[in-house]
C-alpha cells in the first residue's frame, strides 16, 4: 500500500457527462500528480499541484481540470466525456515539488460509453 | 523539454537468462532517473532510483550521463518479473514534473 488512495475505483459513464476523481496523497506529502494511462497514448502526464497551487501543465484537455484543495486532496474534474477518454486515471504524491520518489495511488478506471 | 525514450514496447527473455531493459533520456538540467514497475494494470511502484544505487529483486540501473541512458539489468530473469517496465525522468530542481517513457513489457518465458 503506497498510501495513496483513489476513489472511486471504477466508474461507467455515458459521453457528454461529467465526473470527479478524487485523490488522498499520503500523509505528510504536499504534492499531487494526474496521469493518464490509456492503450494506445500510455503514461500521460497531465498537471501537478504543490501545496495548493498548480505546479505544472502536462498535456491535459480544456475539458479536465483539476484542483488540490486546503486538506492537501485533489479532485480532476472530466467534463463533456468522449469515448476516448476512456482509461486509466492515476492520482501520485510527494513530499517535494521536484527532484523526488513519486508514489502511486491504484488508480481510477474510467469507461464511458 | 525533457524526454524518456524506451525502444522496445516488448521484450522476451527465458527464465534465467539475462535481461536488460534500454531507457535514453533527453535532458538540459541535471536529471533524476527512476525504474518503475506495473503488474497487470496495478498501480506503478517504484522499483529504483538512481541516487540510491541500490538493487531490488535483483535489478540494478546505472546512469550513464555520457550516453544519457539509464538501462535496467537483471542476470538471471525470473517468471515473476514478466511486468511493464516504465523510465522516468525529473529534475533535481525546478517545475519539472516525473515524465515516463512508454514503457517496456517483459515477458518471461518459462
Known amino acids: 500500500d503506497s498510501g495513496v488512495t483513489q476513489t472511486p475505483k471504477h466508474l461507467i459513464t455515458a459521453t457528454g457527462q461529467r465526473v470527479t476523481l478524487r485523490c488522498s496523497p499520503r500523509?505528510?506529502?504536499?504534492?499531487v500528480y494526474w496521469y493518464q494511462q490509456s492503450l494506445d497514448q500510455g503514461l500521460q502526464f497531465l498537471i501537478q499541484?504543490?501545496?495548493?497551487?498548480?505546479?505544472a501543465k502536462g498535456n491535459i484537455l480544456e475539458r479536465f481540470s483539476a484542483q488540490q484543495f486546503p486538506d492537501l486532496h485533489s479532485e480532476l474534474n472530466l467534463s463533456s466525456l468522449e469515448l476516448g477518454d476512456s482509461a486509466l486515471y492515476f492520482c501520485a504524491s510527494s513530499v517535494q515539488a521536484s527532484g523526488n520518489t513519486i508514489y502511486f495511488g491504484e488508480g481510477s478506471w474510467l469507461t464511458v460509453v | 523539454a525533457q524526454r524518456v525514450t524506451q525502444p522496445e514496447k516488448l521484450l522476451s527473455v527465458f527464465k534465467g537468462a539475462p535481461v536488460e531493459l534500454k531507457c535514453n533520456y533527453s535532458?538540459?538540467?541535471?536529471?533524476?532517473l527512476f525504474w518503475y514497475v506495473q503488474y497487470s494494470r496495478q498501480r506503478l511502484q517504484l522499483l529504483l532510483r538512481?541516487?540510491s544505487r541500490e538493487s531490488i529483486k535483483g535489478f540494478t540501473a546505472d546512469l550513464n550521463k555520457g550516453e544519457t541512458s539509464f538501462h535496467l539489468k537483471k542476470p538471471f530473469a525470473q517468471e515473476e518479473d514478466s511486468a511493464m517496465y516504465y523510465c522516468a525522468l525529473t529534475g533535481a530542481t525546478g517545475n519539472t514534473p516525473l515524465v515516463f517513457g512508454k514503457g517496456t513489457r517483459l515477458s518471461v518465458i518459462a
Open positions: 499541484y504543490y501545496n495548493g497551487e498548480e505546479r
Open positions: 538512481h541516487i
Open positions: 535532458y538540459s538540467g541535471s536529471p533524476e
Open positions: 500523509s505528510g506529502d504536499l504534492s
